[in-house]
Every structure is written in structure tokens, then in C-alpha cells.
């Protein structure tokens, strides 16, 4: 149901405040409407972690009409409506700036797999090299759509990310493990350590190992679990995780 379902991409933005994305006002996620009308996406003038349910969402066409909601939309829509165009798969667009993946998008270096969070993604993440600071046109959507192409997350250059995902928890989690793996990147190169990158065989193996629905799931319970804990243990669903 829509209620749920709107719920649910609440709780994930405030995960995604809760792991380091929250940037005041800014970022944004977005859900393709299950009735095929366009996409509900968080209003403007309230931050990640201040998104509490389905009150916090418009409904956009994918023209950037609004046909639902109270509130104004983010600018930024067309990041959102041009994915959805382009991806049959997609069911939920994010645009953040967590400050690891934002200081690692200004280098030209090629995300690798210092740790296994990196191995999520089909490496090297691509870069989106506009440096426009709102991405509000409709060709400027087209080419983040293009610069993502079949893969889930996009660094965009001293700017942010956007990610996306097949459902709220698997948007969730690439948001996540992209943060993760470009703080470790930025530490092993930080610390002046020598290190070695993985072959591509090797990646290859160690994403089909862990980019499991099972993994996806468990790790969105966590995290579910974990907001729960720190909003004194009321049960976010009704049952812890669900």
C-alpha cells in the first residue's frame, strides 16, 4: 500500500541522516508511485532526518508536474524523474551529500575495494563531471541518467552522490556502502600506508558473495534497529525491523 510503503521511505531517510548523509536541508529520496503517476519525493525545507512520514512527500509526474502533497519540491527533481525514465528497474532515486563520498568525488581517483563496502558496486563507480550546483533542468537530469547508466550509484564531482536501488531498503544500502567505502579509500590514502587493489576477478567474486537480497535485507533490519535505539526503542514498524 501507498501508506506503507511512504512510511518505510521516511524511516529510510532518517537511517541515511542517522549514517552521515543529513546536510541541513538538502538530499532528498524519492519512490516511483505505485499507480504509475510519477514519484512521491521528500519536500523542501526540512532536512533527512526530520522526514517522519507520509505527510513529507509530494507526488510529481515525471514532467515535474505536482499532483499531491502539501509543500513545495526539491528543485532538483529532474535527477529523479530522468532515472525513472531510463530504468524499468528502479524503484527509488536518492541525491545526498555525505561528506566522505563529497570529498572523494573531488579526486580523480577510481573507487576501489579497500574494504568490502566498495564491492557493492561494479567498479569504478562512475563520476558525473558537470560542476553545476543544482542539477534543475531536464538535460541535466538526462546526463546524470546517463552517467549512472545500468549500475546503482554515480559520484557526482564536488558535489554529492546519487544512488538508487529495486526497493527502499536496497536504495537504503547502496547509499550507505557508498559512504563507507570512500571513508576507507580516504583513509588507506591518508595514512601513507602501502596497499595493493584487488583484480577484477577478485571483486567480482567478493560482490557475488555478499550483494545478496538476504544481505540487504539483514542489513536493513540493522539499521532499522538501530534508528529504533536511538529513538528510545519504539518499534518504528509496529515490530522491530520489518
Not at 21 to 34: E, V, Y
Not at 146 to 164: E, S, Y
Request: with cysteine; charged share 20%.
Amino acid at each position: 500500500m501507498l501508506g506503507d510503503l511512504l512510511r518505510k521511505l521516511a524511516i529510510a531517510h532518517r537511517i541515511l541522516e542517522m549514517e552521515g548523509h543529513g546536510d541541513m536541508t538538502l538530499g532528498h529520496l524519492s519512490a516511483r508511485d505505485p499507480e504509475g503517476r510519477g514519484f512521491w519525493m521528500k519536500r523542501n525545507a526540512i532536512g533527512l532526518g526530520e522526514v517522519s512520514g507520509p505527510e513529507d512527500f509530494v507526488l510529481l509526474s515525471f514532467d515535474g508536474n505536482q499532483l499531491e502533497g502539501s509543500g513545495r519540491p526539491h528543485s532538483e527533481w529532474p535527477i529523479h524523474a530522468q532515472i525513472y525514465l531510463g530504468r524499468d528497474d528502479i524503484a527509488v532515486v536518492a541525491h545526498t551529500h555525505p561528506f566522505h563520498a563529497c570529498v572523494f568525488s573531488a579526486s580523480d581517483a577510481p573507487l576501489q575495494a579497500v574494504t568490502l563496502e566498495a564491492n557493492y558496486f561494479d567498479l569504478p563507480v562512475p563520476r558525473y563531471d558537470n560542476a553545476a550546483a543544482l542539477i534543475r533542468s531536464v538535460s541535466l537530469g538526462d546526463e546524470i541518467a546517463a552517467a549512472l547508466g545500468d549500475g546503482f550509484a554515480v559520484l557526482m564531482a564536488n558535489h554529492g552522490v546519487t544512488f538508487c536501488g529495486t526497493s527502499v531498503e536496497h536504495a537504503t544500502m547502496m547509499g550507505i556502502f557508498l559512504e563507507k567505502a570512500c571513508k576507507a579509500q580516504l583513509a588507506i590514502a591518508a595514512s601513507g600506508l602501502p596497499w595493493s587493489p584487488l583484480d577484477a576477478r577478485v571483486e567480482a567474486e567478493r560482490r557475488d558473495q555478499i550483494m545478496t537480497g538476504v544481505h540487504i535485507d539483514h542489513s536493513w533490519r540493522f539499521f532499522v534497529r538501530k534508528l529504533e535505539a536511538q529513538s528510545g526503542g519504539q518499534p518504528l514498524f509496529g515490530g522491530s525491523g520489518s
